[in-house]
């Protein structure tokens, strides 16, 4: 199956670019996805502690299953708002 | 600007006039509107600020600014709010993002801002790029509550080098 994968912030700068398709076999998770952009990205690792992850514009957790045509985002701590 | 949907949050690439903002979601029931402005400040932890860069991850800022203004709805004794979030390059002393609350009484609207912006800080998905005359950093950003789902880190994962 193939999902759309953005970037953003800091995390864009890192993977270089601000969305990426993936293809990704049945029952893929959110996880899945973030074990193989740790291994592309240099950088990611040290920040995966602190980021959070969407599918379809909801915060998710590394079970969560994905489905064939999902959005799914890479974010970085938020730091809109005032200074 | 069409402000059909007064109970609602705006991401705007142009000047936010918050006292036309303020004028619109005014009713005669109100007695109190209170009004926050976020504004570029022309210094971030001892450097000086030349300009800001907002981006934001735009359906998601505008779902999440949704659910707090109806968690503010729910929470205190007010009768409507609106947060409008500026994003794209601003100068110094422009508005970033407003915070406009009406309610019957002042002490509400006064709490139900302030827990408003606190709330935006920390989960909306917009992010600012702070730029200074020797380079330009993403801000840090606060870590997220922990209610926010959050993927596990996977550490048998992780690249050999560091």
Known sequence: ?83 | MPLECLRCAQIVRERIDVSCFANKIKCPEDGAIVAFEGVVRNNSRGRRTLFLDYEAYDEMAITQMNGLIEKALSQFAIREAVIVHRIGRLQIGETSVAVIVASAHRAAAFDACRWLIESLKQTVPIWKKEYFEDGAVWAPGEPFPAEIQRPRDQPSQKPASN
Do not use: C
Not at chain 1, 2 to 28: C, I, M, N, W, Y
Not at chain 1, 33 to 41: E, G, K, P
Not at chain 1, 48 to 68: F, G, H, P
């Open chain 1, 1 to 83: 199956m193939q999902v759309r994968v953005l970037f953003f912030g800091v995390l864009k700068d890192l993977a270089g670019q601000s969305s990426d398709s993936l293809t990704l076999p049945e029952h893929a998770t959110l996880g899945d996805v973030l074990a193989h952009y740790q291994t592309r990205i240099v950088g990611l690792g040290n920040l995966s502690a602190s980021l959070a992850m969407s599918v379809n514009q909801q915060y998710a957790a590394s079970e969560t299953q994905l489905r064939s045509g999902d959005e799914i985002a890479f974010l970085p701590p938020v730091s809109g708002g005032l200074n």
